[in-house]
């Protein structure tokens, strides 16, 4: 089934100019970027963004990384695409993640981890909605 699925490609690999890298990497897995755009995240976006982990001792840190240098905002396109993406990604831990992964092949830490991704369906539109309107997505 066909999906769409958010992705953030974050502030370390922005940084080492790696987007184009990245976007390699998920083309290369069936998936297609259907909407993309570099942004300077504020601290009120990541604040929400992550407002789930508002909570954590990280999550002071992690706002302030998210907004240390621009990122680019992806709508993902393809057949299960949320889970493709997942596995795309690798393990947040990038000395855990399987070769060939996004993040064993550029991530510099488990916080500098390079990509985000969607972990449902549900947040998916959720998440997407935060930075893209129905207009800015080609399919």
Not at 13 to 33: C, P, S
Not at 37 to 61: L, S
Request: glycine letters at 6%.
């Amino acid at each position: 089934m066909t999906e769409r699925t958010f992705s953030i490609i974050k502030p370390d690999a922005t940084r080492r100019n790696l987007t184009g890298k990245v976007n390699a990497v998920i083309e290369d897995a069936g998936l297609r970027i259907v909407a993309q755009r570099r942004i300077q995240m504020t601290e009120a976006q990541a604040k929400k963004f992550y407002e789930v982990h508002a909570e954590r001792p990280f999550y002071g840190e992690l706002v302030e990384f998210m907004t240390s240098a621009p990122v680019v905002v992806q709508v993902l396109e393809g057949d299960n695409a949320v889970a493709r993406y997942r596995e795309v990604m690798g393990a947040t831990n990038p000395a855990q993640a399987a070769d060939g992964t996004i993040r064993k092949l550029y991530a510099e830490s488990v916080g500098e981890n390079s990509v985000h991704g969607s972990d449902s369906l549900e947040n998916a539109k959720i998440e997407i909605a935060q930075f893209f309107t129905d207009a800015d997505i080609v399919g």
